[in-house]
């Protein structure tokens, strides 16, 4: 069984462990140690604790049968972007391995577009690996487009990712 809630500032911990351990699964092969572990380290209880105690930023949790499977974060628009319409940034949705294909993502992009409606956003913008297809794929279903290329840098490296946009 899944189920959703919404982060609380007790949950810090929680969402530290998993925005690492999702990170580190999906994303870890690809960097210098000591890249991955300068990235990871931003990705703590206090920084999570700030966030959740910001009303900027919303965060839900999913689990399935009890057990932690991921998150969706969003918030102001952080990506060099000029929006001529509100918007907000679909910060980070983020699932364990274990957990792909089951639909918890699914529930998690209507979540942030129902929230992201209801704080008066028109569009809803996002960064992706370029080279993440699994991830592109889906976000076009929803109907993102392509924006411009954004530079993610993890420790010294820079990622070629891709800014999307979605009109809601």
Same mark, same amino acid.
Not at 75 to 80: E, H
Not at 113 to 117: I, V
């Given at each position: 069984m899944t189920d959703f809630r919404d982060a609380t500032i007790a949950d810090a911990a929680l =969402?530290?462990? #998993?925005?690492?351990?999702?990170?580190?699964?999906?994303?870890?092969?690809l960097y210098r140690p000591e890249d991955l572990q @300068?990235?990871?380290?931003?990705?703590?209880?206090?920084?999570?604790?700030?966030?959740l105690a910001n009303p900027a930023y919303e965060v839900r949790l999913a689990y399935s049968d009890g057990e932690p499977a991921g998150f969706a974060k969003l918030?102001?628009?952080?990506?060099?972007v000029t929006p001529d319409v509100p918007a907000l940034?679909?910060?980070? =949705?983020?699932? #364990?391995?274990?957990?792909?294909?089951?639909?918890?993502?699914?529930?998690?992009m209507a979540w942030l577009?129902?929230? @992201?409606?209801a704080r008066g956003a028109q569009e809803?913008?996002?960064?992706?690996?370029?080279?993440?297809?699994?991830a592109r794929r889906f976000y076009a279903r929803?109907?993102?487009?392509?924006?411009?290329?954004?530079?993610?840098?993890?420790?010294?490296?820079?990622?070629?990712?891709?800014?999307?946009?979605?009109v809601l």
């Open positions: =969402l530290a462990d #998993l925005s690492r351990r999702s990170f580190t699964e999906t994303f870890g092969h @300068a990235f990871v380290e931003r990705l703590n209880e206090a920084g999570w604790a700030g966030e918030g102001p628009i952080t990506l060099p940034e679909l910060r980070q =949705l983020y699932l #364990l391995k274990p957990f792909h294909g089951l639909g918890i993502a699914d529930e998690l577009q129902t929230r @992201a409606r809803l913008y996002l960064s992706v690996w370029s080279q993440n297809e699994r929803y109907g993102f487009v392509y924006v411009g290329p954004y530079a993610f840098m993890v420790g010294e490296q820079a990622d070629e990712d891709e800014i999307m946009k979605l």
